[in-house]
C-alpha cells in the first residue's frame, strides 16, 4: 500500500507515521509537510528516504503541489491543519486557507487520480461547546455549532470531506477526536506547555478559575483508532474518538500533572479565560461497538509517559518553548489593548 500522510511532521501526523510504519512496515510512506512553525524536522530524522518512505515538502494551500506526488497512491490520510484555537483568534485568515483551501486541493487530487480513499482527520471543537457541568456529549449526530475561527474553518473542511463522498463518490471517512497529548506535541499546547513551565520552574497559566472540561486522548490511541476507521470504517461515515477520562476540569489536569511532577500548587497563576472557552465530552461508543476499538491509556499512565518524554527531550521542544512563550506574551498585550 502507497499512503499519503499530510502533516506528517506536526503532532499527530508524527505520531501516526511512526504508528503505521511499525504496524504496516510493508508500506509506502509519503510524508507531505510544509514545515510551518508546529513542524519539527527532526522528528522523523530516524526515517531515511528511500523505497518506503519519502518526504516532500509542500504547501497544501498552493494547488500546483500535486505535480510533486508519485501516481498510484492507494490512500490519503490528512492531518495538516492549523489547529491551535488562540492563534486562530489572532489571525483568523491562516485557518480558512490552510484547513478549508487546503482540505480542498487534496480532496481535488483524490477525485481526480482515481477516487483515492481519503481519510480526514478532525475535532470535536465543531460540536461547539456544552454548558459547565453537563452531562451531556458529542456524538456523531451532533448539530455543528464551531465557537472559534479554528473550530469553523474544522467544520467547513468536513462539510467539503462529505460533499466529495456524495457529489463525485469518493470514499471518504471523518474522525472528529478529542483533545490530543503525548510525545512531539508543540508546548505552545495546554498539557506540554504546563509539563515544560514546571521543568523550568515557571508559573502555570490557567484560563479562568479552570472550571472548563475536556476529554483527553493520549496519541497512540488516537493512532489506533484512524487504523482501524481505515480498515474497518464504513466508507461516508463518521466517528468519534475519545479518551478514558471524559469531562476532565482544566484545573484538576493541572493539579494531576503537578502531583506527578512532584511540584508546588503556588505554581498556578489564574489568568483573564479565553473568549469563546469551550467544553468538550466525546461519545465514542459508535466506534467501540462498530468497530471494537477503545483506548488503552488511563489518564496516569498517558501522562507518565508524556512527563518522561519531555524530561528526555528538553533540546527538542526548548527552542520552540521560547517562541511559543512570545506568542502568549504579544496575545496579553493585545487583550489589554
Not at 94 to 107: E, I, S
Not at 216 to 244: E, F, M, P, Q
Request: aromatic residues 12%.
Amino acid at each position: 500500500m502507497k499512503i499519503l500522510v499530510t502533516g506528517g511532521l506536526g503532532f499527530i501526523g508524527t505520531n501516526f507515521i511512526r504508528f503505521w510504519r511499525k504496524k504496516y512496515p510493508q508500506s509506502t510512506i509519503i510524508n507531505l509537510d510544509k514545515i510551518t512553525y508546529a513542524a519539527n524536522p527532526e522528528n522523523l530524522n530516524d526515517f531515511s528516504q528511500g523505497s518506503k518512505y519519502q518526504f516532500i515538502k509542500e504547501d497544501i494551500v498552493n494547488p500546483d503541489f500535486t505535480n510533486r506526488l508519485p501516481s498510484l497512491i492507494d490512500l490519503i490520510v490528512h492531518f495538516a491543519a492549523e489547529s491551535h484555537v488562540d492563534r486562530s483568534i489572532n489571525d483568523p485568515s491562516l485557518f480558512v486557507k490552510t484547513n478549508v483551501l487546503g482540505t480542498y486541493n487534496l480532496l481535488n487530487f483524490a477525485k481526480n487520480n482515481g477516487n483515492i480513499r481519503f481519510h480526514h482527520i478532525s475535532t470535536d471543537e465543531v460540536f461547539g461547546s456544552l454548558p459547565l457541568n453537563s452531562s451531556n456529549q458529542f456524538s456523531e449526530s451532533t448539530p455543528y455549532d464551531p465557537s472559534s475561527p479554528y473550530s469553523a474553518s474544522k467544520a467547513a473542511s468536513d462539510h467539503l470531506v462529505r460533499s466529495f463522498g456524495k457529489t463525485f463518490g469518493l470514499p471518504t471517512t471523518i474522525t472528529n477526536c478529542s483533545n490530543n497529548y503525548g510525545p512531539y506535541q508543540h508546548p505552545e499546547k495546554f498539557i506540554p506547555r504546563l509539563i515544560t513551565n514546571l521543568l523550568e520552574n515557571q508559573k502555570i497559566p490557567v484560563y479562568g478559575q479552570g472550571l472548563n472540561f475536556r476529554d483527553w486522548l493520549y496519541v497512540d490511541d488516537h493512532c489506533s483508532a484512524i487504523s482501524a476507521v481505515i480498515n474497518r470504517g464504513k466508507i461516508g461515515d463518521t466517528y468519534c474518538i475519545g479518551g478514558l477520562y471524559q469531562s476532565t476540569k482544566n484545573i484538576d489536569l493541572v493539579k494531576k500533572i503537578i502531583n506527578l511532577m512532584g511540584k508546588d500548587m503556588s505554581q498556578i497563576e489564574y489568568v483573564a479565560d479565553r473568549p469563546a472557552h469551550d467544553n468538550y465530552s466525546v461519545d465514542w461508543s459508535k466506534i467501540k461497538n462498530d468497530l471494537g476499538w477503545q483506548p488503552q491509556e488511563t489518564l496516569d499512565t498517558g501522562l507518565k509517559k508524556t512527563i518522561e518524554w519531555y524530561q528526555t527531550h528538553q533540546k527538542w521542544w526548548q527552542d520552540s518553548k521560547k517562541e511559543a512563550e512570545k506568542f502568549y506574551k504579544n496575545l496579553a498585550k493585545q487583550s489589554k489593548i
